[in-house]
């Protein structure tokens, strides 16, 4: 079973540019997770999607980031006319659905290897 | 191929005991080795190690990394049930090709 996919590992954009990252998560996996790692600082939240669902995106900032799920395909992380301070590693990370009846344990995200974009 | 392991998979405990978690790697250019905590959105980070034998402290919570046998360790003293989680390592590694490799992560419970 191959783990949680992203591409490209790297991105290089100049400033006004768009980018976009791709999150293939592990087979079965039906809810995918975006965080954003600025250099020196730890993870930080930007979005929780299901396919075709975006159940929280209190993380996202509110201009230029978008976040999809669609029903096939991978998960695409757009952030539109790129600026130097976007420049950071973007991870993606799957979970399978939750325990009918509620969680006794937190479900597991599964991470994938990254996206680290420059913009230049 | 650039690995971190952790182990165990998962732990169940009761209030008050001392748990230890472990994590191994094998990365090309080390740079650090981080903790997390996690549990329900955001990883929150916990520690960042890059010496070895230097033991980082909060609160109950301390960690240790050990450079020659290429593991780091987490223990939690007096546990709670709001210690339940899952906790990630991560590594840094690279030089030209910075990456952060996760582990798959110890899942901790607690039992009151």
């Known amino acids: 079973n191959a783990g949680v996919m992203q591409n490209p590992r790297h991105l290089v954009r100049r400033r006004g540019q768009e980018a976009r990252l791709r999150c293939s998560p592990m087979k079965g996996h039906s809810h995918v997770y975006w965080y954003r790692q600025l250099p020196e600082e730890g993870l930080k939240f930007m979005v929780y999607l299901q396919k075709e669902n975006i159940i929280d995106e209190s993380g996202m900032p509110k201009e230029r980031f978008s976040a999809e799920f669609p029903k096939e395909g991978p998960s695409i992380l757009r952030i539109q006319q790129v600026v130097r301070g976007d420049s950071a590693a973007y991870f993606c990370?799957?979970?399978?659905?939750?325990?009918?009846?509620?969680?006794?344990?937190?479900?597991?995200?599964?991470f994938g290897p990254g996206t680290r974009l420059t913009v230049l | 191929e650039d690995k971190v392991v952790q182990s165990p998979l998962s732990l169940v405990v009761h209030e008050g005991d001392t748990v230890t978690l472990n994590c191994s790697y094998e990365?090309?250019?080390?740079?650090?080795l981080l903790w997390y905590k996690q549990e329900k959105k955001a990883p929150t980070f916990l520690f960042m190690l890059t010496s070895s034998g230097i033991e980082k402290k909060s609160g109950r919570l301390s960690s240790i990394l050990d450079k020659k046998e290429l593991f780091s360790i987490l223990n939690i003293t007096a546990t709670q049930t709001g210690d339940s989680a899952v906790y990630l390592c991560a590594v840094e590694a690279g030089n030209r090709d910075d990456k952060i490799i996760f582990g798959k992560g110890t899942r901790l419970h607690i039992l009151p």
């Open positions: 990365v090309t250019n080390f740079r650090s």
């Open positions: 990370a799957s979970s399978p659905p939750g325990l009918a009846g509620g969680l006794i344990f937190t479900d597991t995200q599964y």
